[in-house]
């Protein structure tokens, strides 16, 4: 399904979303963050390998 719309976001809205949703799940504030800092890793690792293939 093909979009047409695009959306514009900065970092720091990723982040916040990220952190509000982690929030939700996890009770501990510092393990939240520690949640949020993972799910980024992930994705900036995941995205830079596939740059390198």
């Known amino acids: 399904m093909a979009r047409d ?3 514009q976001t900065t970092l720091g809205d ?4 990220l952190t509000d949703a982690a929030g939700q799940d996890v009770r501990d504030e ?13 994705m ?3 995205s830079t390998q596939r740059r390198l293939r």
């Open 30 to 42: 510092k393990m939240a963050y520690e949640l949020v800092a993972y799910i980024l890793m992930g």
């Open 44 to 46: 900036i690792n995941g």
């Open 14 to 17: 990723l982040i916040v979303a």
């Open 5 to 7: 719309v695009k959306m």
